[in-house]
């Protein structure tokens, strides 16, 4: 017998795109680019992996699940600092919890949220990160996808107070994956507003946070502080060093907010087992507790932004959204058969939209955009672009 649940996972975007490019030859002697997957190629910071190395000792000991006091400390001060919580500032004891990776703790999260003896909604974006759905179906609710609008965001004041009634988890992401858009302040501000008055928890997704050209996103628990909020009552927010400090194979971000989830969430850790480990903690606790190394990896995707502006011009129907690292751009045929012509041609990967998003009443948000990840080094993007560039031009 298996946990019927486990039937209701769908396939992972990136075994729909090998599906889709499977049997297809890039041109003899051209080196194939992949913009598809998210994983930041900018190299990690030195000092981290030296503070591995230093820790390997460490390896000896079990980590605690609710982790160190100076590295829940680290994280405290950046969140104060960052999202201008001076006056509410984050309890480190009570309010933070690291975690390996936003994606375990995304889909944890929801396993200890939900109260499967109602069931009810999960509320997400559409498209979206896909582990916000699996979280779903794996803890019984039922995904209710709000569509992208033309900004790249849903337009969350057309939810109807049905829905927040049904609804028991909502996931925001903000920058979004894919569109890279930003929430406004006024927009969490309506949310919080919501979530308080319909008793959900409100989840944001910030992994993307600190990639920026110009203005700092506005975090969601930034706007609670500016609410008066000082429990962050209902409120979550995640966050990564694996875009910010490119150290995705770290395994290390955390989960901040409401006390009254973290300390049941870190009850239900103890028992999924997963703390992180004393050498990783050490070397994280460094990467929160640093700017500078951030600073350069911005400079370097704000370079790259410019370089699709500048190659791309209007060839492509895609405009810089300020933040994340993905171009998410409307293509001239079906996604799918765009991102197979592209591939055939000039050996450039990228992800068709549809297979981030999911058909509600016919319609699928995604379908007619692609996702280009702008995460390799800059001249490796400059030659995709030109090759992008060359194949719209044909
Ligand atoms: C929107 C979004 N959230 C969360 C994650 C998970 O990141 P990590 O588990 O590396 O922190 C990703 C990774 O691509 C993402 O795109």
Known sequence: MLNPDLQRLKPYPFEQLAALL???????????IPLSIGEPQHAPPQFVLDALTEHRGLIAKYPTTK???TLRTA????????????????DPETQVIPVNGT????????????????GGLLVMPNPFYQIYEGAAFMAG???HYLPIDASGQPDYRAVSDRVWADCQFCFICTPGN??????????????????NAFDFWLASDECYSEIYRNTPPPGLLEVCAQMGHRDYSQCLVFHSLSKRSNLPGLRSGFVAGDASFIAPFLKYRTYHGCSMSMA???ASELAWSDEDHVMV???????????????????LDSHDPGAGFYLWAKTPTGCDTFSRDLYAATGVTVLPGQFLGREVDGVNPGAGFVRMALVAEPNTCREALQRIQRFMTR
């Open 22 to 32: 499977s049997g297809i030859q890039p041109p003899a002697g051209v080196t194939p």
């Open 67 to 69: 982790g160190t006091e």
């Open 75 to 90: 994280i405290a001060s950046w969140l104060d600092q960052r999202f201008s919580l001076t006056r509410s500032p984050i």
């Open 103 to 118: 994606r375990e703790a995304i889909f944890a999260a929801v396993q200890a949220a939900a109260d499967r003896t109602v």
């Open 141 to 143: 609710l039922t995904p």
């Open 178 to 195: 894919p569109s890279g858009t930003v929430i406004d302040e006024e927009t969490l501000e309506y949310l919080i507003k919501k979530a």
């Open 280 to 282: 990783v903690q050490k």
């Open 297 to 315: 990896n911005r400079g370097l995707y704000a370079e790259k932004f410019q370089a699709a502006a500048d190659i791309l011009g209007d060839q």
